[in-house]
């Protein structure tokens, strides 16, 4: 883990499919809820400073109606200025809009939480490194299905595609603005 260099106002926190019916869902190493508290915690000090918070879920393509769940954990407490993605496949890019929403703030860095870690979130951070944009992977803010296929995207996928550090890590980073 390696605390990340970062500019507030440069930088966006997506966070992926903090949706009640996903929270719900056995997970490990971290329950749904915890993620969520942790990401509640990020956005507020991203917000903070000046950053930008992007919470994406997802819709099943094709459906007249969502399961019940689908909407926006409330706990997210969502802000005028948060941006929001509604996605149809498993990363947050595809057909969203993200990039072009990210690039027309100036965004540089694509900070990232939430759950599934080897899904949504591996999908969304592979996507933003293609892009070209810094990839921060917040490690103790996300949690997987299975918890072997968290930690192998955690130690041996996400070093290799940007930065991986820890939520206290990230709100100090936030806190030194380096001209952002």
Not at 13 to 41: F, N, Q, Y
Not at 44 to 50: C, E, I, L, P, Y
Not at 112 to 126: H, K, Q
Not at 136 to 165: I, N, Q, R, W
């Amino acid at each position: 883990m390696t605390t990340p260099t970062l500019a507030p106002r440069t930088t966006a926190l997506v966070l992926i499919d903090l949706m009640p019916r996903i929270i719900a869902l056995e997970t490990a190493p971290l329950s749904g809820a915890k993620v969520l508290e942790r990401c509640v915690a990020l956005a507020k000090a991203t917000r903070s400073v000046g950053g930008l918070v992007v919470n994406v879920r997802v819709e099943r393509p094709g459906v007249d109606v969502q399961p019940e769940g689908s909407g926006f954990a409330p706990e997210l407490d969502r802000q005028p200025g948060d941006v929001e993605i509604v996605k149809r496949t498993i990363g947050a890019f595809h057909q969203t809009g993200l990039h072009e929403i990210l690039e027309a703030r100036g965004i540089k860095t694509v900070v990232l939480g939430g759950i599934a870690t080897n899904f949504g979130v591996e999908s969304t951070g592979r996507a933003a490194d293609e892009h070209g944009y810094d990839t921060v992977y917040v490690t103790d803010a996300m949690t997987g299905l299975d918890g072997a296929a968290h930690e192998f995207a955690v130690s041996y996928v996400f070093p290799k595609f940007g930065t991986t550090c820890t939520g206290t890590e990230y709100v100090a980073a936030l806190s030194h603005d380096q001209g952002g």
